[in-house]
């Protein structure tokens, strides 16, 4: 079974551009959640959206970090404009129902903004 | 939210058995015992989880305390794809989210 799907793997981008992250969630399943690690605060939850609509947007950390999630199998989140501090890897996961359930996580975007 | 406490790293010999230890003294009636693990350059993988009883699934096995303050991750042949980072997480059944804490590192030595 296909696992959550995660583009591009890598992004190199400068300071000020655009950057979209793109994930392809699990079929069937109607959670999914964006993260962001780096080595100075471990892994952190941006935003959680059940049924395609956004629950728990709390950790996006400032208005340049939009997430989107048009249909059950898409969603993106943008980072407009970009600044070197959103230098990290961006995951997401998703799980079939909000509680108890595992998330399974995708191998990542490893943005880097110079 | 409840916290875990875990060791920085430890070793383990391949082919060995690996106790992963973690602390949870504040834990509620209510919060799940969680078990990831983070492979080189890639996400968290689901290990197991459970309330109070021991689990067993075909990655490894969980024992929980009988007061549930503490309890323990076993694998029970390590093996050198088993190097990771271990995170212990308490996750309350009313809630969607995960805290990642810093975990344990486990190196397998060959």
């Known amino acids: 079974d296909a696992g959550v799907i995660q583009s591009p793997r890598h992004e190199v981008t400068e300071m000020g551009q655009e950057v979209t992250l793109r994930c392809k969630p699990i079929?069937?399943?109607?959670?999914l959640f964006w993260y962001r690690q780096t080595m100075m605060r471990g892994l952190e939850l941006l935003i959680y959206?059940?049924?395609?609509?956004?629950?728990?947007d709390s950790g996006m950390p400032e208005d340049r970090f939009s997430a989107k999630m048009p249909n059950a199998s898409f969603s993106t989140l943008k980072i407009q404009p970009s600044e070197p501090r959103d230098s990290a890897v961006y995951f997401c996961?998703?799980?079939?129902?909000?509680?108890?359930?595992?998330?399974?996580f995708g191998d990542g975007t490893r943005l880097s903004i110079l | 939210d409840a916290k875990t406490t875990q060791p920085n790293s430890m070793e383990s010999n391949e082919e060995e058995p690996v106790h992963l230890p973690c602390n949870h003294s504040?834990?509620?009636?209510?919060?799940?015992i969680h078990w990831y693990r983070q492979l080189p350059s890639q996400g968290p993988e689901y290990v197991i989880h459970?309330?109070?009883s021991n689990v067993n699934n075909r990655m490894a096995s969980l024992a929980i305390a009988e007061d549930r303050k503490s309890s323990t991750l076993i694998l029970h042949r390590a093996t050198l794809r088993d190097a990771a980072v271990y995170y212990c997480?308490?996750?309350?059944?009313?809630?969607?989210?995960?805290?990642f804490g810093t975990g344990t590192r486990l190196k397998v030595l060959a």
């Open positions: 079929s069937g399943h109607n959670s």
């Open positions: 959206f059940n049924n395609n609509v956004p629950i728990d």
């Open positions: 997480i308490l996750r309350d059944t009313g809630t969607y989210k995960y805290i």
């Open positions: 996961a998703s799980s079939f129902g909000q509680y108890n359930q595992p998330q399974h």
């Open positions: 504040t834990i509620s009636g209510t919060d799940y």
């Open positions: 459970g309330l109070t």
